[in-house]
């Protein structure tokens, strides 16, 4: 989920009572707020490490590793959007935060892929199509179908191979950011979901 949102939405204008920094105690001083935004660069370019990382871990067949790199970088992305809305300004690396979930998505798709268990073609050919649509149309639907993917793997896989640790740390991570992100969620993000769909069937369906 993108830090930026749009050009003219800000949760702060949209969701009632949305906190001005991550305490929710109004907002920090200019250097203090600086060193914030530089807090969430960091974790933008954590998450991008961890995209890379996803492929030979997962293809080593390291599942549990890769469980624990996952739920990194959701815990990430979720203090990296707070703390950008409590920086000073816009954060250097804004504009890639998008790109860096997109990224850790098609890391386990591909992963999995490198591992044996998704045909190459299957794994390959997803991951190029919807990085290739996302690239094309700067559609966000493509980039959380790709994220979608990628996480619905490693959640399926932890559990099919026994892996309850794994598992319910991966759901317990999910569960507890629904939650917080609970306003965001049915505000913004499904309506964009749903949105960028509608955009997509519209380019499909034949005109005249």
């Keep these: 989920m993108t830090r930026e949102w749009s050009d003219t939405w800000h949760p702060r204008m949209h969701v009632p009572g949305y906190a001005l920094d991550m305490d929710g105690q109004g907002a920090a001083r200019p250097e203090e707020r600086d060193l914030v935004g530089l807090a969430a660069d960091a974790l933008t370019l954590a998450r991008l490490v961890v995209a890379v990382a996803l492929i030979p871990v997962l293809g080593a067949r390291r599942l549990t590793l890769g469980a624990v790199l996952l739920g990194f970088a959701w815990i990430s992305d979720f203090l990296d959007g707070r703390a950008a809305r409590a920086s000073a300004g816009r954060t250097r690396l804004g504009d890639v935060d998008l790109w860096a979930d997109t990224?850790?998505?098609?890391?386990?798709v591909l992963g999995f892929t490198v591992w044996g268990w998704i045909p190459p073609a299957i794994g390959l050919g997803l991951a190029a199509l919807l990085l290739a649509a996302f690239v094309l149309t700067r559609n966000e639907a493509m980039s959380m179908l790709l994220q979608a993917t990628g996480y619905?793997?490693?959640?399926?896989?932890?559990?099919?191979?026994?892996?309850?640790?794994?598992?319910?740390?991966?759901?317990?991570?999910?569960?507890a950011i629904a939650v917080v992100n609970r306003r965001i969620f049915w505000q913004r993000s499904l309506p964009t979901f749903l949105g960028g769909l509608a955009v997509m069937l519209r380019r499909r369906r034949p005109t005249g």
């Design 103 to 108: 990224f850790v998505g098609a890391g386990a």
């Design 152 to 175: 619905a793997l490693a959640i399926w896989r932890t559990w099919r191979d026994g892996n309850p640790a794994s598992l319910w740390w991966l759901l317990t991570i999910i569960a």
